[in-house]
């Protein structure tokens, strides 16, 4: 009965998140295309309507440090931000989207597609 019970423990902790390295997938989708130059990290804004929410989140992402450039698309409500190397101000770029007065959460980035 014991090794069964080791057995069904083992495969529980296993199979957790925080054992499996799940977690740290998670955080690597979010940031894609790395070079020696930067890294492309998206972000999903749900509330943009119009070509004034566009320009807002844009001037607020561009004045975060570390911040290379900034795409915002409204028709998929996303921001493309390419950031330098060594980036860490994700917890900024979340702010600086709130400060345009939007709720944003980071996602995927999608490869762009081919015309």
Not at 40 to 58: F, L, Q, W
Not at 73 to 89: H, P, Q, Y
Request: glycine share 8%; hydrophobic share 30%; proline share 3%.
């Amino acid at each position: 009965m014991k090794t069964i019970t080791s057995i069904l423990l083992f495969m529980a902790i296993s199979s957790s998140p925080a054992f499996s390295g799940q977690n740290k997938q998670a955080t690597r989708d979010t940031v894609t295309e790395s070079s020696s130059s930067g890294s492309n990290v998206c972000y999903s804004i749900p509330g943009m309507h119009c070509s004034g929410c566009v320009e807002k989140v844009s001037e607020e992402i561009e004045g975060v440090s570390g911040v290379k450039s900034v795409t915002v698309d409204l028709e998929s409500k996303l921001a493309s931000i390419v950031v330098k190397k060594g980036f860490n101000g994700f917890t900024d770029l979340t702010n600086a989207i709130k400060d345009a007065g939007y709720d944003s959460n980071k996602t995927r980035c999608e490869p762009a597609k081919k015309s």
